[in-house]
């Protein structure tokens, strides 16, 4: 609301000769005396003048703009931090670089070995962090295994050798007792004389129970006129656990051809075993 106040002249006193004074007041709501009541136009603006909701956010500006407390005291503004102090419930991640330990359910742990302070994996609780089969495919470049179990002896170990001499070996492995090794040779021989010899080849393993020779196919003598190839095949079981070679012998009999002027080049010998 607005007044305005007017004296006039009542004849007779000191007032009639004064100027007349006129008075304009805006009631801005609260008691008297403060910065509410009736006080001058344009002095003012109180917000018991304004109806809420009626000044949008782009007409006021809020620049230099401060937040206090009650006390007065700013707690933010633009030129002023908000100090983390002011703030309940940060933790320590909040206040500081970086921590050394951490709280995980009421457990305290190292940041360094986070995983296994928590929980590590073992035997009892693989099942936990991996499901069964998970790994189907494994690039590794050295593993050491304390038992290796292969379902349907399913690992095949390969043994290879070869010279230009009547016996070969391959290299060594080592075997499980009851292990089988399948065996095979081939060796080329020839002559530089015309006319006939017989040639043989066996195959074997060399190993803690001496030369356990294969039974199976070939190994009979081969009547050879001047170049041919001799092979044989077999099969090996060991019942002692060890290092064992596989190897081949060629064996030549004089015909009309000294066994002297026969040579064998290659000799070689392939073997494979099931490991377990």
Not at 97 to 116: R, Y
Not at 162 to 173: Q, R, V, W
């Amino acid at each position: 609301d607005t007044v305005t106040l007017q004296s006039s002249r009542t004849g007779g006193s000191p007032i009639e000769t004064a100027t007349p004074v006129v008075v304009t007041k805006r009631w801005m709501g609260g008691p008297a005396g403060t910065s509410s009541g009736w006080v001058d136009p344009g002095v003012t603006l109180n917000g018991n003048m304004l109806v809420d909701g009626t000044i949008a956010a782009q007409k006021i500006n809020t620049r230099g703009l401060d937040i206090k407390a009650d006390d007065g005291t700013v707690l933010f503004s633009a030129n002023t931090k908000l100090d983390a102090s002011l703030v309940a419930g940060l933790g320590l991640l909040a206040v500081k670089d970086g921590v050394d330990t951490v709280t995980i359910g009421g457990t305290v742990v190292s940041t360094t070995d986070l995983v296994s302070s928590l929980r590590k994996i073992s035997s009892s609780n693989i099942g936990i962090f991996m499901d069964t089969s998970a790994i189907t495919t494994a690039y590794i470049g050295v593993a050491e295994v304390d038992t290796l179990r292969i379902k349907g002896n399913a690992v095949t170990v390969p043994m290879f050798g070869s010279t230009d001499a009547s016996t070969a070996f391959t290299n060594g492995i080592e075997l499980d007792a009851g292990a089988s090794v399948l065996i095979m040779a081939n060796a080329s021989v020839f002559s530089t004389i015309d006319g006939w010899y017989n040639a043989t080849i066996r195959v074997g393993l060399v190993g803690p129970q001496g030369v356990i020779w294969a039974t199976g196919g070939g190994g009979g003598y081969t009547r050879v006129s001047v170049f041919g190839n001799v092979s044989a095949f077999g099969i090996v079981t060991i019942t002692q656990a060890g290092t064992y070679m596989a190897g081949s012998l060629v064996s030549i009999e004089a015909g009309s051809i000294d066994a002297g002027n026969v040579f064998i080049s290659p000799n070689s010998v392939v073997a494979m075993s099931c490991k377990r």
